[in-house]
């Protein structure tokens, strides 16, 4: 057979429908980064740009229904099944042709990523105007306990009243390896449950981080973020966030001290650092959580590297209004 008759043959099994039709969907996905400490939430972006030169909705009807999908496995390749009554919702979804929209998805909602170890995940969307499923590239995730450097346990007063009573919390600063750098953590926890997992910053080589914890059982960090710069920080034993500053070194270099006789803590020394001058805005480039679940109205932009976008610079573990 010549190649005539080769480009003929394919010609006429492409129009009777014996070959997918490739191009229809280009589907991508992303992490804003690929090692997270274990317990925390983890978001991918799924962007999808519609090539099949037809408008998709995305709804209840038959004709009308699609799927966004996952295939998640762990290191010996084990699929990770989606959490039970675990539903991905995409309708409303609308792509009309050539379009790219971005959909933010809390992973960890759907499949329990808790374990420590290494896992692959792919995107898949389908729609049953379509021939196929189409797939994203293969991401990984690495998921790490760190290590622990400093931990404490602490007392908090029950609510139902009784005040001889109290429940236990247990504060721990962990260092977990990122990409180039190592990361603090800060996890809150009791026996049964984690309250809190939050990324605090990038540890620094020329000092160590200060804690101490009050008479009301409150956390207070000191963190080098540079030579003179210091971030300080205090939380609750539900893992809430209560102070936030940045102080410089000026004739005092800032510290924290605790009281013994009432048990207050208190920062002390240096002063007010400002942001853009003396330090860099930690947030900058960054989005938080409830801005990246706001889905379907993220900008579309040109595709890149099959669709891929990136979430942003560090994504705070910020609690939005509709989370668990």
């Given amino acids: 057979m010549n190649k005539k008759h080769i480009r003929i043959l394919l010609i006429v099994l492409l129009l009777s429908g014996f070959l997918p039709l490739s191009g229809q969907l280009k589907v991508g996905l992303r992490f804003n980064r690929n090692k997270y400490m274990q317990y925390e939430h983890v978001y991918a972006c799924v962007t999808i740009r519609n090539d099949s030169g037809k ?3 995305f709804g209840s009807r038959p004709e009308l229904q699609g799927f966004v999908l996952f295939d998640v496995r762990d290191s010996s390749n084990r699929l990770i099944f989606r959490s039970k009554d675990a539903e991905i919702s995409v309708q409303g979804l609308y792509l009309a ?3 790219i929209k971005n959909m933010i998805i809390p992973l960890h909602r759907y499949y329990d990523l808790r374990k420590e170890g290494t896992y692959y995940v792919h995107a898949y969307v389908s729609h049953n105007r379509l021939p196929r499923e189409y797939r994203s590239s293969s991401q990984v995730l690495r998921v790490s306990a760190g290590a622990v450097i400093w931990k404490r346990t602490v007392g908090i007063p029950k609510h139902d009243g009784d005040e001889s009573g109290s429940i236990e919390r247990t504060y721990s600063i962990c260092k977990v390896d990122g990409d180039q750098v190592k990361y603090y953590y800060l996890r809150v926890e009791d026996n ?7 990324r605090l910053g990038v540890v620094q080589s020329h000092a160590d981080l200060q804690a ?7 956390l207070h960090m000191l963190i080098p973020v540079a030579p003179k710069i210091f971030h300080y920080m205090a939380f609750n034993a539900d893992g809430t966030l209560l102070e936030n500053s940045y102080w410089k070194v000026f004739g ?3 510290m924290l001290y605790r009281n013994p ?5 208190t920062r002390m020394g240096g002063e007010p650092a400002k942001k853009g001058v ?3 805005d930690p947030k900058k480039g960054s989005l938080t959580i409830a801005e990246v679940l706001d889905e379907y109205t993220v900008r579309p932009r040109a595709a890149q590297d099959g669709g891929m976008v990136d979430l942003g610079k560090d994504l705070m573990p910020v609690k939005a209004s509709d989370e668990d």
Wanted: charged share 25%.
């Fill in 55 to 57: 408008p998709l909705l």
């Fill in 97 to 99: 042709p050539g379009e």
């Fill in 192 to 198: 049964g449950k984690v309250y809190a997992v939050t």
């Fill in 212 to 218: 101490q914890v009050d008479m009301l059982s409150r």
């Fill in 252 to 254: 005092t270099v800032p």
């Fill in 261 to 265: 006789k009432n048990g207050t803590v």
């Fill in 278 to 280: 003396d330090y860099d």
